[in-house]
């Protein structure tokens, strides 16, 4: 069957350190991965894309590595801040289809 | 306006009722999109209209679910009947590009909140 799955539920990090999320797919060949950033009573909001051509991705202190034999994307987020505590969903895009998501990383940075 | 606009943002239905979420997607884009997201869930996916044709509705979970898109811009998501597993956040989006998935930036509204009691 077809799946995308996101590492955990929750990840928990200290302000200033790198934030790593993992998005795993398995029966599907997307052509692009995006990443969004969901905050609460808030609609998702468009962060990064990546093509299957492609191995990495920045902006800003974001990074996105996308791996088509793995199967699996990583999100960074390098020196993190309390303000980037929100949960990150990955989707993927196939030819012809809508974004399919996944069920989301809920992200929390203490300070 | 500048984004994605949903109305109402909170629904609270009683069992039985017919709802209708309205979308003003972001003027001149092509592509719309309804997405539904339960607590604790991804969206997934409803249903997608490319100006005012209706090209996939496979995500529609029943014939309850009724979406439509008559002049091309604004959009309305009926649900007939509501049932307590209608419960749920419906998301609107857009795109000014007619090929979707072709890495197309996509534009998420905030959501309306259903709540079926």
């Known amino acids: 069957s077809q799946k995308i799955e996101q590492n955990s539920e929750a990840l928990n990090i200290q302000e200033g350190k790198t934030a790593t999320l993992t998005c795993n797919y398995t029966n599907y060949s997307p052509a692009y991965l995006q990443w969004y950033r969901q905050d609460p009573g808030r609609g998702p909001v468009f962060l990064l894309l990546i093509r299957e051509n492609e191995k990495e991705k920045r902006k800003e202190r974001l990074k996105v590595t996308f791996d088509t034999t793995l199967k699996q994307s990583l999100f960074h987020i390098t020196a993190s801040q309390p303000a980037d505590s929100a949960t990150y969903l990955c989707a993927l895009e196939q030819a012809g289809t809508a974004l399919i998501f996944g069920k989301g990383t809920t992200l929390s940075v203490s300070s | 306006g500048a984004g994605v606009s949903q109305s109402p943002r909170y629904k609270v239905a009683k069992r039985g009722q017919d709802v209708a979420l309205r979308c003003d997607p972001i003027?001149?884009?092509?592509?719309l999109f309804w997405y539904q997201q339960a607590l604790g869930q991804g969206p997934e996916f409803l249903t997608y209209?490319?100006?005012?044709?209706?090209?996939?509705k496979s995500g529609l979970p029943s014939d309850r679910f009724f979406a439509e898109r008559p002049e091309g811009s604004v959009s309305t998501l009926k649900i007939q009947r509501t049932q307590q597993e209608d419960s749920a956040v419906y998301l609107c989006?857009?795109?000014?590009?007619?090929?979707?998935?072709?890495?197309?930036?996509?534009?998420f509204g905030e959501g309306s909140w259903l709540t079926v009691v």
């Open positions: 989006a857009s795109s000014a590009m007619a090929n979707i998935g072709s890495g197309n930036t996509i534009y």
């Open positions: 003027s001149g884009h092509v592509s």
């Open positions: 209209f490319q100006n005012e044709a209706q090209l996939d």
